[in-house]
């Protein structure tokens, strides 16, 4: 587990471009109990795909004219049961950091895992989050 303190700046990328930071199991359910409306959900991370990719391909596509209701965040290494509670929406695939979701009236319909991140551009990621808002939202 990381320190908070550490990983504070990181989460901020998130959570100032209007993330809603979920640190709790209660709150992750919360909101993916919803039966209704999308939600993209961003597992954070420390590494370096997360900073240079994941984030800002989040924030890029955040800026679509199409997006999901709500856009949140857990910090893996950090929220360990709030991830683990968002990772059990996340079924069939293993957990994944950094990685993103988007629910639509409460089911996962687009999922890039770590390997679909890692080493693709902030704008690749932003264009393939695009492309399934376009489609869900």
């Not at 059990?88 to 009236?105: Q, R, T, V």
């Amino acid at each position: 587990m990381y320190p908070a303190e550490l990983t504070a700046p990181m989460a901020k990328d998130l959570t100032d471009y209007g993330f809603e930071g979920l640190s709790t199991p209660e709150a992750v359910s919360e909101v993916l109990d919803q039966k209704e409306g999308t939600t993209m959900v961003v597992v954070n991370s420390v590494c370096g795909c997360a900073a240079a990719n994941a984030r800002p391909g989040a924030k890029l596509a955040a800026e679509h004219e199409k997006t999901p209701d709500k856009m949140v965040t857990v910090f893996a290494g950090v929220d360990k049961e709030a991830t683990e509670k968002a990772r059990s929406y996340m079924a069939p695939y293993p957990p994944s950091s950094p990685s993103i979701a988007l629910f639509k009236d409460g089911q996962l319909v687009h999922f890039l895992e770590r390997h679909h991140i890692e080493g693709r551009s902030a704008d690749i990621i932003a264009e393939n989050l695009k492309l399934a808002f376009d489609r869900y939202c």
